[in-house]
């Protein structure tokens, strides 16, 4: 709970801050360094790489996306892994862990299909036999150590801006200031920006591509939350690196993948053949 709450209460006093301290161009540059380095974390490493293994890549390189996706507090990377594994297996059945489409009828289900897909899911109790669902990363004792430490990595991502700030303003009230935006603020938005594509993507946005589920394409968190948005064609293809297919369809994560793949970081990454991505087009 307190992982919620505290981000909250920080966001709704920064009014209040601004007011009272102004507002730096650092604590901005702070607050979307890390946005960026973060939510990375969750679609690019414990999403894409961990869950689906769409590329493959140096052990190091998993390592750092292992705790960029950790600072994020959305839980340990075998957890989350083994959660979103268990959503694609039981995507807007009554045992998905997060669908919006079982609050009952009318305005008031849908409020309230929409609360625990945002957020009342992350408090239930973990579906029975979670563990068998990462049992490939469980097998390294690289990875079973890194999700055992998640509560340093979650110090790290308050820290690490904290330095930041500190040290671009020469001042403790940046270090102040780095903590609450690059730290609080940023975890708030992450949080609400990642689960967003479990509640709105399973609710509004267009369905190109045939699923059987109620993922959709929302064209407003395919660029937030780094193309996680394109989330029919992701329920279509899982195992594509890339989300966002059609050229208008923004997907940075899979941007950051492509360039990987250039720079020799990345490989065997995966795609939809046009063969693939033709068959599974709905028609209209
Ligand atoms: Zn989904
Ligand atoms: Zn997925």
Redesign the pocket.
Same mark, same amino acid.
């Given at each position: 709970m307190i992982a919620i709450v505290v981000p909250l209460a920080a966001v709704l006093v920064t009014p209040l801050y601004v007011w009272e301290w102004g507002f730096r161009w650092s604590d901005l540059a702070v607050l979307v360094g890390m946005y960026v380095l973060t939510a990375m974390g969750v679609t690019i490493g414990f999403h894409r790489l961990f869950v689906h293994r769409s590329f493959e890549t140096y052990l190091w390189v998993k390592v750092v996306f292992a705790i960029m996706g950790s600072m994020a507090l959305q839980g340990p990377l075998l957890r989350w892994v083994g959660m979103h594994r268990w /959503?694609h297996q039981h =995507?807007d059945t009554p045992e998905d862990p997060h669908s919006p489409q079982h609050g009952g009828a009318g305005f008031v289900g849908l409020m309230k299909g929409l609360w625990h897909a945002q957020i009342g899911w992350f408090f239930e109790a973990d579906p029975p036999n979670l563990a068998r669902y990462s049992q490939d990363l469980r097998k390294s004792r690289t990875f079973r150590v890194i999700s055992a430490l998640f509560p340093l990595w979650v110090a790290l991502g308050l820290v690490l801006p904290a330095v930041v700030g500190g040290l671009l303003s020469q001042s403790w009230m940046g270090a102040l200031s780095g903590l609450i935006w690059g730290g609080l603020v940023r975890i708030f938005l992450v949080h609400h920006v990642t689960w967003s594509v479990?509640s709105a993507? /399973?609710l509004w946005g267009s369905q190109p591509y045939k699923s059987d589920d109620e =993922?959709r394409n929302n064209a407003l968190f395919g660029v937030l939350a780094m193309g996680e948005g394109w /989330?029919n064609t992701h /329920?279509a293809f899982p195992t594509s690196a890339r989300h966002g297919l059609r050229w208008w369809e923004i997907d940075l994560s899979y941007w950051v993948i492509h360039l990987m793949e250039r720079l020799s970081l990345a490989w065997d990454v995966k795609l939809p053949t046009p063969d693939a991505e033709a068959k599974g087009r709905r028609l209209a």
């Open positions: /959503h =995507s479990n993507c /399973h =993922s /989330h /329920h």
